[in-house]
């Protein structure tokens, strides 16, 4: 797949364009298959693009430090949530995000780690059968809405948290 910038010569809206390959999208340009999602022009062309060339995923600079949120991740494919390999992150977005980790990490300092138990544990906490503890684990989507159908009230984590036995 390649992304392009495209721009209508009409209206001067910019938007990216996805095409299997260079020459799919000549192919589609010379059939006039390509049109502005906005005016719906057909006069559209790539806009200039600077070329986004990174270092290796597997290099760094010896100043560059891996900020809090490229650590971990869960193990489980279960409730998976939406990840980016997006390589560019603004500074103020990276800020943000660390900023949103150093909180997390607090507050679960003095929560204990359940893993794939939290839907029971949290049950059992709520219903009085376990001494009310901050507690922290994984639960399916489906596992979340029965805990709220219940009226338990649970907080889903904005990041990823690494299980204790999986980190160094």
């Known amino acids: 797949m390649i992304v392009f910038d495209l721009i ?3 209206g001067s809206h910019q938007f990216e364009g996805w095409f299997g390959s260079s020459d799919d999208y000549d192919k589609q340009q010379l059939a006039g298959l390509i049109d502005c999602p906005t005016c719906g022009s057909r006069a559209v062309e790539k806009a200039v693009m600077a070329p986004n060339v990174g270092m290796k995923a597997n ?3 010896s ?11 869960s193990d489980s494919a279960e409730g998976a949530q939406p990840v980016s390999n997006a390589v560019e992150v603004s500074p103020e977005y990276a800020k943000l995000i660390d900023k949103l980790a150093e ?10 780690w359940v893993g794939t138990d939290f839907p029971e544990q ?3 906490i709520h219903y009085g059968e376990k001494e009310a503890a901050p507690i922290h684990g ?9 805990l709220d159908e219940e009226g338990i009230e ?13 980190q160094n």
């Open 59 to 61: 290099q760094r600079s």
């Open 122 to 124: 949290a049950r059992a």
């Open 138 to 146: 994984t639960a399916t989507a489906d596992d979340a809405a029965e």
């Open 8 to 10: 209508c010569r009409d």
């Open 154 to 166: 649970i907080l889903p984590l904005p990041l990823p948290v690494k299980p204790p036995k999986s």
């Open 103 to 112: 909180a997390q990490a607090k507050i679960l300092e003095k929560s204990e």
């Open 63 to 73: 100043s560059d430090k891996p900020s809090r949120f490229e650590a971990g991740a």
